[in-house]
């Protein structure tokens, strides 16, 4: 190994109501490829106890130090402690660097200031959603909360010049901007068998792992940063070994059942695509799987899209659903400027139901819906609770279609954003000063953040609406 070593840490999440669902893949695919070019790499994960979270939500905080938190090493041999949280095993290397999503940010900034006080030599590095869509606000920080590198859009390439010693540290931030137009070269994901061990979802009764086929995404919704990403994809190659790695560490761990979750915006875009996922799960031997789809290509391709997926397991899809109200539907933008349907919501629950498929349903409250819009997509998410579907779980219970209800955060990178800040949607207005760190999506108990200063309607009759929807989540799925 090189002389320089990486520590890559994942901040905890504190809204969540369990942070081990689904690993947060960006740190496993920098470990792999630095690895892969003679680095020395472990990956920290710090994440609140059960006890500490509870804790903290009965005195209603975010979370104010670090020493509330528990922390996980994961070494690159495999090796693995867990502890209270203590700065000092950051010493240990040459360069930190922290994939931080907006919510994330906060606990990533108090990480960055201990750091710079404490150890000084060590190079810090920021990535992830965040750096990307908030790249002013990091790179303006304070002296003291600054990073020494912002990494905005893809991290292979830069943290190979940084591990290198290609760039040196200055008195102000470094943005290192790299897109790698080619995906196909690069490395499976790590996938650590004691932090792999961690990881509780379940698919239609099977221990499941998650993936992603691709970057970006081909529609421009108008609540999604991704909405302008180019799609690139990921070999078929490397895809087929992050699968066949992923059953191996299935059986390792001593799941009798496996499944995998395509975790990505262009899983079930096609009948051809379908095949291809079908034929790598079947050969890899899953039990049963689960990928995203949109409501209207369900409606164009009915069985010619499913029928691959079923045949080899296919138990659950997801969907965003979005909304019942078709004023807001088209405002949303769902199609790229094409005019969806909320009528192609029902047909595609129904069409996938019939199949044998549940369907994970996601929807959101939006600031400027009145009585009528939450309405109607309160009957459209009762419907969803509702309607049977043709099938069982590998447990033979029946299964059942799940709905989620959040609240719509307009972070920074989206369209919507650009309308509210503008004041270009009718009543609704931002918050004058609002901590881009306490906006989400589902946190704990299906909450979601607040940054208006100005909706149509209170929010108290939002936030009940959303408890409604949310109490119709069926005990399993």
Request: proline share 5%; hydrophobic share 35%; net charge negative.
């Amino acid at each position: 190994m090189r002389q320089n070593r990486l520590l890559l840490v994942k901040p905890p999440d504190r809204f969540l109501e369990n942070e081990f669902v689904y690993q947060q893949l960006g740190p496993h695919y920098i470990q792999s490829y630095l690895m892969e070019n003679g680095f020395d790499v472990d990956i920290l994960i710090l994440y609140e106890s059960p006890e500490g979270r509870a804790a903290r939500i009965a005195k209603e905080a975010l979370g104010s130090s670090l020493n509330d938190l528990k922390m996980m090493l994961v070494k690159a041999d495999g090796t693995c402690t867990e502890s209270d949280f203590d700065v000092s095993v950051v010493g240990e290397y040459s360069v930190v660097g922290m994939s931080v999503m907006t919510p994330q940010a906060v606990d990533a900034y108090m990480l960055n200031e201990l750091v710079r006080k404490q150890l000084p030599h060590v190079l810090t590095v920021i990535g992830g959603s965040h750096a990307r869509y908030y790249l002013d606000k990091v790179a303006n920080l304070p002296t003291d909360l600054a990073f020494d590198f912002i990494v905005p859009q893809d991290g292979w390439q830069p943290m190979l010049e940084i591990m290198n010693g290609e760039v040196k540290r200055e008195s102000r931030p470094i943005v290192l901007e790299h897109s790698m137009s080619d995906l196909k070269g690069l490395p499976a994901p790590t996938r650590p068998l004691s932090l792999m061990r961690k990881y509780d979802f379940t698919i239609a009764g099977a221990p499941t792992f998650h993936t992603v086929t691709a970057l970006g995404c081909p529609f421009t919704c108008n609540f999604c940063e991704s909405g302008i990403e180019a799609v690139r994809k990921f070999s078929e190659e490397m895809i087929e070994d992050d699968l066949s790695t992923m059953r191996n560490t299935h059986k390792s761990i001593g799941n009798t059942r496996s499944a995998i979750m395509f975790f990505d915006d262009v899983g079930l875009l096609s009948p051809r695509q379908v095949e291809r996922l079908s034929t790598a799960v079947s050969k890899n031997g899953f039990d049963t799987w689960r990928a995203f789809t949109h409501a209207y290509l369900i409606v164009k391709h009915k069985e010619r899209l499913l029928r691959p997926f079923v045949e080899t397991g296919g138990r659950r899809v997801g969907i965003g659903i979005e909304t019942g109200s078709q004023k807001t539907l088209d405002l949303i933008n769902k199609r790229n400027g094409k005019r969806q349907d909320v009528r192609d919501h029902y047909e595609a629950i129904k069409i996938a139901n019939d199949n044998g498929i549940a369907v994970d349903a996601f929807t959101m409250i939006y600031p400027w819906e009145d009585q009528d819009d939450l309405d109607a997509t309160t009957k459209l998410i009762e419907f969803v609770s509702e309607n049977k579907v043709n099938e069982c779980d590998l447990d033979g219970r029946p299964l059942k279609n799940h709905v989620d209800s959040a609240i719509m955060s307009p972070y920074q990178g989206t369209k919507f954003y650009d309308l509210m800040k503008g004041k270009r949607i009718p009543y609704v207005e931002l918050a004058d000063k609002f901590d881009p760190g306490r906006m989400y999506y589902k946190g704990v108990d299906g909450g979601s953040g607040w940054p208006y200063k100005r909706s149509r309607l209170p929010r108290e009759e939002y936030e009940a609406v959303q408890r409604y929807r949310n109490s119709l989540r069926p005990s399993y799925r």
